[in-house]
């Protein structure tokens, strides 16, 4: 009992000049507050979770010799790529809020490689602004061209895009024939989300 009641005022003694020599190294203030969380601070965090989660989704996936799949992984990769420069350069919460759109446009494409090959889904995502194709809509026109389009990649089908504005129009998500948002996103016209990449 006594050798429990010394190692008791040995332990508290000890946290008192813990806390002695802690105030004296910071001028008698005892704690250094933490700086407030700031926006850029949040929106860097939120925006590093969303392209973490891209990368994570392109690690485990592989499409075989599935070509809608592979298609749609070589475009989530070149959003993967896209989101990582762009966080590199992003200082404002509006650059940051553009590498969390990237990345998500990244996870749809994710989605589509999984339909393709017959696996789920995987979890909801931020809505990205517009519809998805639907069984019946067969055709969808774009910059005064028309491409057919389905819910589920085919022979005639099998480019994913995950849907957005373009040109302030929207355009549904789903598997089209000829992979016209390349053109959009090299002529700084849009990606899923209208902004294209800064």
């Known amino acids: ?17 813990a806390v002695a020599v802690q105030r004296h190294a910071v001028g008698g203030a ?46 989530a990769n070149e959003r993967y790529r896209a989101a990582r420069g762009q966080l590199a ?3 404002s919460p509006a650059q940051y809020a553009m590498v969390t759109q990237t990345a998500v446009e990244g ?23 517009a519809a998805t194709v639907t069984a019946r809509d067969g055709r969808v026109t774009v910059d005064d061209r028309t491409y057919a389009v389905s819910d589920r990649p085919g022979g005639a089908t099998p480019y994913y895009y995950p849907g957005g504005v373009v040109g302030g129009r929207r355009v549904p998500g789903g598997w089209y024939s000829r992979p016209w948002w390349k053109t959009a996103l090299v002529a700084g016209g849009a990606g899923a989300g209208g902004d294209g990449i800064f």
């Open 1 to 17: 009992m006594v050798f429990m009641v010394l190692l008791a005022l040995v332990l508290i003694a000890g946290a008192a000049a």
């Open 89 to 91: 350069a992003a200082g």
């Open 107 to 129: 996870l749809y494409y994710v989605r589509g490689a999984r339909t393709a090959l017959g696996l789920d889904p995987g979890p909801a995502l931020p809505d990205l602004g």
């Open 30 to 75: 005892g704690v250094v507050p933490l700086p407030p969380p700031t926006a850029d601070f949040d929106a860097r965090a939120e925006a590093e979770r969303w392209a973490e989660r891209l990368g994570g989704s392109l690690s485990t996936l592989d499409a075989g010799g599935d070509k809608a799949a592979g298609q749609a992984l070589a475009d």
